[in-house]
């Protein structure tokens, strides 16, 4: 691993750092892809990953697992466009071996549909994702109320496979996990160097952020497997998107609606505008229904924090607030804390080795 020392610090000979203690609160999406990014690049870091709901019970496990990027207002375009670049280029290397299955990451074309041309026919992603062209009229026939389209090909996670999968490379490099409610952050202060927090709508009340907020998603989950494209208008009220186990069918965006329960009207809703764009789907069955709250921010957070409570400090990296796009961003978020990490205990080894001079 490449070593990485702030000017004016005390070399220290890799063997005689300390370990450093790192806990993540969160064992959704964004947490273990966290813990497994610092685990894999930190070999002096512990790692251990504390959560009270685990797959299958996660807002990841609702999800239809899309990389097509969603947009943050207050974020800039350059440092979203990076993260799903990254993003996008660490799975396709893991499509594109023999882990793919385990994984549960697989390439996916289909289309965008517009009712009207938008002014941006070309978004920020589409020279990421594989071939992305304007579709053609004889395509757009499939499609008698929407003017105009976008094909390409992307990569889509089979959430619940993919998060076991995460879940075992995080063993595999060591980690550790913990099942339990945090609700303090102050009750790790002592027990570990630094806290990592990927709690996800759970930081509105763990760190008191009120910018952050729920939109309700309902989806279904059926079999139809000769439905082999993706179909999504491009407002985001309406998807369908074939997996590995079961096609997803979307969607509902309800702000500041905590709701977990399904609604059968709702459902009802979803299947008919989805049957509109795809009539086979008429023939769908095993369908069930889905419940997720996305983490809803104006900017992803990825930013360090240091708490202080009387003379005491506790260092806290947060990334969280990833919304209705944290499949296609997460690993580039990932990578973004493991960095705050890793500087910050550069910091801690600068400060203890100048206590020693
Ligand atoms: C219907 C729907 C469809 C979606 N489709 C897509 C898609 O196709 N593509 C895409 O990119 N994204 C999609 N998303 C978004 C994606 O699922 C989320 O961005 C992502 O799952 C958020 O992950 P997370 O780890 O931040 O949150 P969560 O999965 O909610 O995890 C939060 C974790 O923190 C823990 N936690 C919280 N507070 C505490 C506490 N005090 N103590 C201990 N543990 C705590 C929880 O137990 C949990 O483990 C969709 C979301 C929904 C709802
Ligand atoms: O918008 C989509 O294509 C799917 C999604 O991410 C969501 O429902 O949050």
Redesign the pocket.
Known sequence: MEQRHNKGLVSVPLGLMPMRRVAV???????FSTAVCISKSLPRCSVTV?????TPN???D???????P?RYPDTPIEQQKRWFQETFSYLLTICNSAEAADAGIHLLSGWQIHQTAPEEKFPFWADIVLGFRIMSMAELEKFPEHQFGQAFTTLKCD?QRYLRWLESRLRENGGQIED????DVWELHGHYDVIVN??????R??VGDSKLHPVR???LKVQAPWVTHFIRVSDGSTYI?PGMSSVTL??TRQKDDWRLSTDATASQNILNRCCALEPSLKKAYAITE?V????TRSAIRVEKEVLLRGSYQLPVIHN?G????????HWGTAREATHLVEELIASLRGSSAKAKL
């Open positions: 609160i969160g064992g959704g999406l964004v947490g504390i959560a009270d709901k685990f996660t807002t990841g609702v999800a239809a697992g899309m990389l097509i969603h959430s339990r409610k945090i609700t990927c709690s996800g709508l759970g930081a009340a763990l998603g309902q989806v998107y979307g969607g889905h997720g709250l996305r983490p969280y990833h919304g209705g796009g944290g499949f296609s961003v």
